[in-house]
């Protein structure tokens, strides 16, 4: 009985102590008072970053959406249309189209987020605005990874479709 | 006798009153509906995909770049030949080649220290 509570007592602290060393880790006094200072400038920063953000969510997202619809469904078509085999097209294809459903959703997750920090007075909290900028930030590298699947995609899409002329 | 008079004329007329009370429930259902609409668009992130709401319009010079832009389509029927699937290609690497021209994929220094002006060494206050 007294063992149990003994390592039941060890196991919370363990925890506690996990917990708590992630939330102290935070920003410097120097940090902070630059943040202070300059929070309105930081704001701003970031609204522009917003701004830039949804101009290459469209640029990207159009184009993603002309290559699966202008030549990735069509040739998908016109192959079965020609009883030619296709599945590592097809395959593509889907590949293509839920990777930019994921692109589309992270997009909306991190903005969500970034709006969010905007709205933190940094004047005030300029902890919590940074542990949020930490998280935007592990967003943005989330996007930047869909972007990079979809390069991915498109180069083993123009490999699959070279080997394809090779046949012919 | 004349304060009488005066009273009478302040009473509504019941046509008047349900005029009224019509306007106001018009008035509430448009702001409810409008109100759950806006939620909806908010909550369901369509919000963040669109460019028409303001401080996130598209650039003049933008537009005029996406005018610009020539149409490509691959048919969907017709024999598949070596010319076909040639010409596809470079359609397709013309689009390729815009994407990989475009400056800042989301990369990570939009939002470095650096670039937000905030000191760059962190402390552990554990320590």
């Known amino acids: 009985m007294r063992r149990n509570a003994i390592s039941l007592f060890v196991i919370a602290m363990v925890l506690m102590t996990s917990v708590f060393s992630g939330v102290a880790k935070g920003i410097s006094e120097a940090q902070s008072q630059n943040l202070k200072e300059h929070c309105d400038e930081v704001r701003e920063k970031l609204k522009i970053v917003q701004k830039n953000d949804a101009k290459t969510r469209v640029f990207l997202g159009s184009k993603y959406e002309t290559i699966l619809n202008k030549y990735i469904v069509p040739l998908n078509v016109r192959l079965v249309e020609n009883n030619l085999s296709s599945n590592g097209l097809i395959d593509l294809q889907n590949s293509f189209a839920e990777t930019r459903a994921v692109f589309n959703a992270d997009y909306i997750n991190y903005q969500q987020s970034l709006e969010n920090l905007v709205t933190i007075d940094c004047k005030t909290e300029p902890d919590k605005f940074y542990n949020e ?5 592990k967003k943005r590298l989330t996007m930047e990874q869909d972007v990079l699947k979809m390069r991915n995609l498109l180069t083993q899409y123009v490999k699959s479709i070279t080997e394809l002329k090779g046949k012919m | 006798m004349v304060i009488e008079k005066n009273d009478e004329n302040k009473k509504m007329e019941p046509g008047g ?37 303001p401080g996130f319009l598209p650039d003049e010079e933008e537009a005029e770049e996406e005018r610009v832009e020539e149409e490509y389509t691959f048919s969907r029927s017709g024999k598949i030949t070596g010319e076909v699937l040639d010409e596809l290609l470079k359609n397709l690497d013309l689009e390729i080649q815009s994407i990989d021209a475009y400056d800042d994929q989301f990369g990570e220094g939009a939002l470095s220290d650096e670039r937000l002006g905030i000191p760059l060494e962190l402390d552990d206050k554990t320590n």
């Not at chain 1, 900028?133 to 930030?137: A, D, M, N, P």
């Not at chain 2, 009370?21 to 919000?47: C, E, K, P, Q, R």
Request: charged share 15%; no cysteine.
């Open chain 1, 133 to 137: 900028l930490s998280i935007v930030r």
């Open chain 2, 17 to 53: 009153r349900n005029l009224v009370l019509l306007g106001v429930f018009a008035t509430l259902i448009a702001v409810i509906t409008t109100g759950v609409s806006l939620m909806l668009y908010h909550n369901s992130g369509d919000i963040y995909l669109d460019r028409s709401r």
